[in-house]
């Protein structure tokens, strides 16, 4: 058994595009099942996104305090963003995403994981890097509006973030998934065993 993820397409029947908003749609497909039976599918057309978990020389974390209109809650994230425009290079992405988000800028990059957020809804993939060797950013902090205009910032253990993330307490799913990345790819092969930040993702294909 080949424990990868593969490409496979099914044939479409028909497709519709019922809501198109700022940043994403929603797509209906009718799709021929390999029995020939047509089934109905409607999910959300994404962009795709970058998350970055930010370690500093003391093992913490760069967390920041977001509010989240769907869930009704202010929740603990770590700095992420859309890719803007289609074939971006996510490394480019993430590293602007650091400096709004946190006026960080980081040394060292890593691919942490790459995931599919809620593959039988939508489309969206998300790569999570890894950044250490951290420094504030240069230059005037952006100027951020909206929700990001009420954010809270703090820098917590990862030992910390760990318990938090078991004991039901964190729930955002790139902090989820960093945290217990990191903490698998530590009691394994080790942190220089990841990706190299550059390193292909086919799932959004990127130029340099």
Request: net charge negative; hydrophobic share 40%.
């Amino acid at each position: 058994m080949e424990l990868q993820d593969t490409p496979q397409e099914w044939r479409i029947a028909a497709t519709a595009t019922p809501f198109r908003g700022k940043k994403t749609s929603v797509r209906t497909d009718d799709v021929v099942m390999p029995d020939g039976e047509v089934a109905r599918r409607d999910y959300q057309v994404h962009p795709g996104s970058v998350a970055v978990l930010a370690l500093d020389e003391e093992d913490r974390v760069l967390l920041i305090k977001q509010y989240r209109h769907p869930v009704r809650q202010k929740l603990w994230e770590i700095p992420a963003g859309l890719l803007d425009v289609p074939g971006e290079n996510p490394l480019h992405a993430a590293r602007r995403e650091l400096y709004e988000e946190a006026h960080v800028k980081a040394g060292d990059w890593r691919v942490l994981t790459d995931v599919y957020t809620s593959p039988g809804g939508t489309d969206e993939a998300v790569r999570i890097f890894l950044a250490r060797d951290l420094a504030e950013a240069e230059g005037d902090r952006f100027e951020v509006s909206e929700e990001e205009a009420d954010m809270e910032t703090a820098r917590v253990p990862l030992a910390d973030l760990v318990r938090g993330v078991l004991a039901g307490d964190l729930h955002n799913n790139c902090l989820v998934l960093g945290i217990l990345s990191l903490a698998a790819a530590r009691a394994g092969d080790g942190l220089d065993a990841l990706r190299p930040a550059e390193a292909p993702w086919p799932a959004r294909p990127f130029g340099a």
